[in-house]
């Protein structure tokens, strides 16, 4: 049953209300968690997911068992990725990819490489960061901001403030280098989740933006 | 000034309320980002830190330049290390120290690392996990969780089913595993934001239950 | 000038006459090197590529400069993508993906996870290998292959009789082996010409079997 | 039986004939593939190695089991490592035994080992590329080559324009880089289907020019 | 049995005199290999030690069941560690930590960890050192001196002259070159058997200048 | 001027009584410190190489700045290498070429291989070692040993007791683990020492034994 299918047939609600086991053909991990009741909170944001981009994106479903735990993963990432910064959206979600191409996240460089075409309007651009970022036709700054990312995600212990200097010298504030650096380590944390549960991306993504 | 003098002077309203600038040396990164205004949610929460432990935890003043940054990331702090779950908090705060330590990670190996100290009450226990977990005389069931946190941090794409047989196989539910999993994900988040950042340790984890 | 715009003005036979240097945003790779004209051969092989896929692939414009060379690479390439082996096409194409992975290049994996898409007619196969082909549902015979070819790739002073024992295990000839062995031999070869050279894939390639 | 038993017993036109299965110790490798009959240009080829040298090379022998690889290969490598070049043989040597040694490729630092030492008349410079060619004496330009073809050896994905901008700055050509990165690539192939097939030098290599 | 209670029952020349198997809990290694009578001149060595420090270090029980091995190491650890040099007998142990945290070596780590808080007076430059040596407020002189012996640890096949010359640059002479390449070699030495040996520090380590 | 001519010219004596600079081409080693007299003990010692294999090998040079340190580094090198022990002399040798090799340490593998070939009588045995010895005909005792030896060297935290069981396995006893891991312990040690100094080998070694 694919996201469509199931929003035909009235979506959420039910589904909330009754959780049951998948079969293995359709479980979003390795793992064997029913899905919790969603909270009335989760509940709305669910639909509005699947209002807005057509389906509700498996990492959610994945935090799906526990509401205290998908509760507090969905403001982190959402003022992560998208609260007002010195980094656009765009070059958020190109963090996300280069530091998931480097740690070979089969559900990250899939959903945040659809946002990188997406918002960049280059399908190119999506797959030169996802196979590697040096490949790509970067500007002096987003360079920079991509080198810092990936050397914090292979050798953070390396990274010192001659790496904070070289994001200053390219007009990145104080305020930048925590986003880079937050973002950067939040796909930290979820590429090991993913790949700790071998969380699979929803197939909508395979097509997006090409 | 250290935690115990600012205490003395009356402590948090006062900070709060006048946000100043900090010397170098009382900085607790290499970032310079004015603390926001305390919300009374982490008014609150920053007080009972210094009443339960005696000093706010220096991340936390990290975090502390935009209140919604704070407020969403200490919730997901609490609940993996702190909520109910098939693992101990000891055994939680075994993984963190050695994840951190795999990234090499100053802060979180030494505030960590104290927890550790506290809650096994064994400094040699601490000092193992620090160094080489491989060191310490863990059983069976604690030795397999802490190679499968450390293989999540160093190669996550090679993480696949056969590592989850052998946490099963030592009696890890599947929700356990997601539990293993999340606390390596999250320290893979913080050792990065740490380094990025040159965080530094609260002076007071130093001489903790040695 | 796209590849497509190139062939309503008539293609090859001019450009073999008289080849003239193209703009930077044209060029095939970082290297400058005119192409020199076409054997009789090689012109009615790039005519045969234009016809039969729609462009000439550019890694044969960057051999081009040098006909002895071109004439060298062109049949080792044909005899170990294309013909009669123990390995399906498709499957010499997913160890082509997966080592140019491994090597993170952007040009072989670009070109080669086309054709794992259209020969397979599964785009996410062709994600799943050129992101981490251990989260692709491989059976064991294609798993081991993979194995190989990898391991082959990252260490091969750690290839021993064991590894060729595994590939046996699952049916594989000497012969097999060999094949297996010769294409990931291959792509790391032509990896490190495309790398050294910043080999530029084809626009095509991107929308293809999508 | 070696190779100069073989010679004195009348050499290649009865093998040829004849092909017919080795005991393991003469093998030239770890599968079992049986030689074809030689094509008449190959056979010639074997004729001029065993009258130049005194022995065929075991890479030839095998290849030999499928002439339309053995004749793919042949003129490849001739092209690289023997046809006109801004690099001189040596240097061509030079590179395929620094690449052999980062791969710890048995076969090729022995056969190309070999080719150093006799080129350069210095049995040091030999070893010294064979286990560490930082610690040989080379001219600025000779040393860049080599920290090129090593880098692409070991790392290509980091290969960039200053990489190419170093070989330029002590006076290589583009058609050089090109050549350079030709020969890095063949000899990462080499390497590769030599510890894939666990293939052994011929003996006379061993003693050559010391 | 601890080193305090065994000293104040009558201590070394008993143990001398008859030595005989460990309880396994006692053990200072992963070996059994029993104490050799200690010679003259290392009975009265170890006497020192427990009046000095009040224990004898596990790594000298390690060695005495040899007495030839035990005669050779002690001169060389004291020459290196404790001779006149142009390093300060803190920076040796900087040295030693630094080297002995990239090796994650449990023993190392813990026994000159403690050397290093007690003679800086600082238990955080020991768990700097300990953890990452590029956490701690190092002048460039001490700087140099572990990114030297760091990087001889990991890789010390890429050091070279401009690597010596970094050392001149902040003041350091040949001698002194010698000197942190010789305590680097032999905690590279030290580290090693120690872990291949399971070697387990003493326990009065953990609590020392805390 | 070469070891024999200055045998010639009347040796060591003189030599011991006005040490003097040597010319840069005469060196052994990157580092300026001239010779010390030697001791009346060294003296002899010097003399006995010079005899029994006609010079005196340079790391020999190399310490002699400082009888101390020379004094101490003789007994420990002759007694691992050359002492009774379960390891055959020839043994020692291989455990010491096949860490260098792992190195890469240009003096070590020159030395210690020339040594490999004459005790083996094999310049194969040598120059597989020397390049990777998994391409060496050894039986499972010497391949236990080695990659014990190996794996001790590239990544020593990951020796446990499974791996000291291996050898167990192959029948070696607990003083012959500690004498595998006491020679790999030594060359890490020498390894570093010739890596940081340049140390270069005497020429005699590269044509011995081939």
């Known amino acids: 049953m694919d996201e469509k299918t199931r929003k035909t047939e009235g979506g959420r609600p039910a589904a909330a209300a009754a959780p049951k086991r998948k079969a293995a053909s359709e479980r979003v991990m390795?793992?064997?968690?029913?899905?919790?009741?969603?909270?009335?909170?989760?509940?709305?944001?669910?639909?509005?997911?699947?209002?807005?981009?057509g389906f509700v994106p498996n990492v959610l479903e994945a935090y799906a068992f526990d509401m205290a735990k998908l509760e507090a993963f969905v403001p982190m990432y959402?003022?992560?990725?998208?609260?007002?910064?010195g980094l656009t959206k765009l070059?958020?979600?190109?963090?996300?990819?280069?530091?998931?191409s480097q740690n070979h996240c089969y559900y990250c460089v899939?959903?945040?490489?659809?946002?990188?075409?997406?918002l960049s309007g280059s399908p190119e651009l999506g797959e030169q960061i996802a196979i590697n970022y040096r490949a790509a036709p970067l500007d002096p700054?987003?360079?920079a901001?991509?080198?810092?990312?990936?050397?914090?995600?292979?050798?953070?212990?390396?990274?010192?403030?001659?790496?904070?200097?070289?994001?200053?010298?390219?007009?990145?504030?104080?305020?930048?280098?925590?986003?880079?650096s937050a973002v950067a380590g939040l796909l930290n944390m979820s590429n090991r989740l993913a790949s700790a549960t071998d969380m699979r991306p929803n197939q909508a993504y395979h097509g997006q933006a090409r």
Chains 1, 2, 3, 4, 5, 6 share one sequence.
Request: aromatic letters at 6%.
């Open 141 to 143: 700054r987003q360079r």
């Open 110 to 118: 899939v959903a945040h490489g659809a946002a990188v075409r997406a």
């Open 78 to 85: 959402n003022d992560l990725m998208l609260a007002p910064s």
């Open 30 to 53: 390795a793992l064997d968690q029913p899905r919790a009741p969603l909270s009335p909170a989760m509940e709305a944001y669910f639909k509005k997911c699947d209002e807005k981009i």
């Open 145 to 180: 901001m991509l080198d810092f990312a990936v050397k914090l995600t292979h050798s953070p212990w390396n990274v010192e403030e001659e790496d904070r200097a070289r994001l200053r010298a390219v007009g990145f504030s104080d305020r930048d280098i925590w986003d880079i």
């Open 91 to 100: 070059e958020r979600e190109m963090i996300a990819v280069a530091v998931s």
